[in-house]
């Protein structure tokens, strides 16, 4: 497909019910519409273990969009994913108070990586696919800082158990790539993604 067989004519979709890449994409004012795919993530995530972290995200991230893109064609639709990874290990969403103090009590003092997969379809299709690493290194945190953080922040639904967006920022003595990377959806590389493939925003 050539660019010039492109044409733009509605807003993109993102199969993703994320807050903070909602946020990202309508602080830059890019027009777009969501849908959240309803892919078993976890039935997935086991049949892809033995791949790399950076091409289990890109798996992740394309099976959400291809499920969207095969009931809306004609329509571009935008899939993210991300993982946390320390030492080999996945960090998912805590989900609850107790498991997001536990993950960073195991993060705390230590770096880890957080890895942005993210896809392009149409009809069905692959248009394009990428995956952004961010490196982060986390302070020592005693107990009573880490609790504190969690009652403040509240980051249950947050990828390594912090957002990065508000005060988990804080937490860190050193971050080695994009923030939008951190926070689940790499924007710079999918906007110019876009340009690339001739597709008006």
């Known amino acids: 497909m050539s660019k010039q067989d492109i044409v733009h004519s509605e807003p993109f979709i993102l199969a993703s019910g994320s807050k903070i890449r909602k946020k990202i994409l309508s602080d830059h004012r890019i027009n777009f519409v969501v849908q959240k795919s309803e892919v078993d993530e976890e039935e997935l995530k086991k049949n892809i273990l033995n791949l790399p972290f950076e091409e289990r995200v890109i798996k992740l991230a394309s099976a959400k969009a291809k499920e969207i893109s095969e009931i809306n064609l004609e329509r571009y639709v935008v899939g993210a994913d991300q993982m946390c990874v320390s030492n080999g290990r996945v960090f998912n969403k805590p989900g609850n108070l107790e498991n997001a103090i536990n993950n960073l009590k195991l993060l705390a003092g230590n770096t880890h990586c957080q890895y942005s997969g993210i896809s392009i379809f149409l009809n069905g299709k692959s248009l394009w696919t990428f995956c952004d690493t961010a490196t982060l290194t986390m302070k020592e945190l005693s107990d009573e800082q880490i609790m504190?953080?969690?009652?403040?922040?509240?980051?249950?639904?947050?990828?390594?158990?912090?957002?990065?967006?508000?005060?988990?920022?804080?937490?860190?003595?050193?971050?080695?790539?994009?923030?939008?990377?951190?926070?689940?959806?790499?924007?710079?590389?999918?906007?110019?993604?876009?340009?690339?493939?001739?597709?008006?925003?």
């Open 148 to 201: 504190s953080y969690v009652l403040e922040d509240e980051p249950y639904e947050c990828c390594g158990s912090y957002k990065y967006e508000s005060l988990g920022a804080t937490l860190f003595s050193k971050v080695k790539g994009s923030e939008y990377t951190v926070q689940g959806l790499a924007f710079v590389p999918l906007i110019n993604a876009f340009k690339e493939l001739g597709i008006s925003l």
